[in-house]
């Protein structure tokens, strides 16, 4: 009798425990009937909508494969009007394809042409720039003056980066063309000039008037980026700054 009364007693505390457990259980995942829990479907997260607006091959045959479904059976998606679709979104489908290998291609074009123009690192390269630097190391500015045809005399002139005067020379322009010109980085009376940025301009008579000639000079190269697809790669120039690998005109061996 006494282990029955222990039982009885017990049953209420149990089952009291069981309802104060089963409103949290029913409101998380369980309805409290074990027939119902065992066939209920799992919860699944909600998946996030693609914001991909193309539509690929297979949204195409997706299209194709309801367009045929629906058609009027007596008037049938003519043949050849069939075959013109596919083809035509094969060759749209084609043409991204090979844009993206451009694109590829591109890139690994723009790395090797870095890779190679990092040779002229430590090099001069003549660039279509009136401006050259001087410095402590390297005080001469080396240039060349474009003539349309041979002249007696032509005028060379050193200025700063005020528009300052700085020297001026003349040089023998009668073998016409490209002319080579020197600047040894002197001013008028002899002294070295500060390190710097300096313009070297050049004048002629042409047919007995006086004509501005075009000066391109010689920079020294200090590193090499990559730049990009569109600009390729870029010289980095002592005292000038960035210059695009297809405007150097030519390389000086010092």
Same mark, same amino acid.
């Given at each position: $009798?006494?282990?029955?009364?222990?039982?009885?007693?017990?049953s209420p505390t149990? /089952?009291?425990?069981?309802?104060?457990?089963?409103?949290?259980?029913?409101?998380?995942?369980?309805?409290?009937?074990?027939?119902?829990? #065992?066939?209920?479907?799992?919860?699944? %997260?909600? =998946?996030? %909508?693609?914001?991909?607006?193309?539509?690929?091959?297979?949204?195409?045959?997706?299209?194709?494969?309801?367009?045929?479904? $629906?058609?009027? *059976?007596?008037?049938?998606?003519?043949?050849?009007? $069939?075959?013109?679709? @596919?083809?035509?979104?094969s060759t749209v489908?084609?043409?991204?394809?090979?844009?993206?290998?451009?694109?590829?291609?591109?890139?690994? @074009? #723009?790395?090797?042409?870095?890779?190679?123009?990092?040779?002229?690192?430590?090099? +001069?390269?003549?660039? *279509?720039?009136?401006?050259?630097?001087?410095?402590? %190391?390297?005080?001469?500015?080396?240039?060349?003056?474009?003539?349309?045809?041979? $002249?007696?005399?032509?005028? =060379?002139?050193?200025?700063? %980066?005020?528009?300052?005067? /700085?020297?001026?020379?003349? !040089?023998?322009?009668?073998?016409?063309?490209?002319?080579?010109? +020197?600047?040894?980085?002197?001013?008028?009376?002899?002294?070295? !000039?500060?390190?710097?940025?300096?313009? @070297? +301009?050049?004048?002629? &008579?042409?047919?007995?008037?006086?004509?501005?000639?075009?000066? #391109?000079?010689?920079?020294?190269?200090?590193?090499?980026?990559?730049?990009?697809?569109?600009?390729?790669?870029?010289?980095?120039?002592?005292? =000038?700054?960035? !210059? &695009?690998?297809?405007?150097?005109?030519?390389?000086?061996?010092?």
């Open positions: $009798m006494s282990l029955i009364n222990s039982v009885n007693q017990a149990s /089952v009291s425990s069981s309802q104060t457990s089963s409103p949290s259980a029913s409101s998380t995942s369980t309805t409290g009937n074990p027939f119902l829990d #065992s066939v209920r479907l799992p919860e699944s %997260e909600p =998946v996030a %909508e693609s914001n991909n607006q193309s539509l690929t091959q297979d949204d195409f045959f997706s299209l194709l494969s309801q367009q045929l479904s $629906m058609q009027d *059976p007596f008037k049938p998606v003519d043949n050849d009007q $069939m075959i013109s679709q @596919m083809s035509s979104f489908d084609g043409i991204n394809n090979l844009n993206s290998e451009i694109q590829n291609l591109n890139s690994v @074009m #723009s790395s090797s042409q870095a890779l190679q123009a990092s040779g002229l690192v430590g090099r +001069k390269v003549l660039i *279509p720039s009136d401006t050259g630097n001087v410095s402590a %190391e390297n005080r001469v500015l080396n240039g060349v003056i474009s003539t349309p045809s041979s $002249m007696n005399d032509i005028t =060379v002139r050193i200025e700063d %980066e005020s528009g300052q005067l /700085v020297k001026s020379y003349v !040089v023998d322009g009668s073998a016409g063309g490209n002319i080579d010109v +020197k600047w040894d980085g002197l001013d008028q009376d002899g002294q070295p !000039v500060a390190a710097g940025n300096y313009s @070297m +301009k050049a004048s002629g &008579k042409i047919d007995g008037a006086a004509q501005e000639l075009p000066v #391109s000079t010689y920079a020294h190269v200090e590193s090499v980026s990559l730049g990009t697809a569109q600009t390729g790669a870029i010289l980095n120039l002592r005292g =000038v700054g960035g !210059v &695009k690998l297809g405007d150097v005109l030519a390389v000086s061996e010092t």
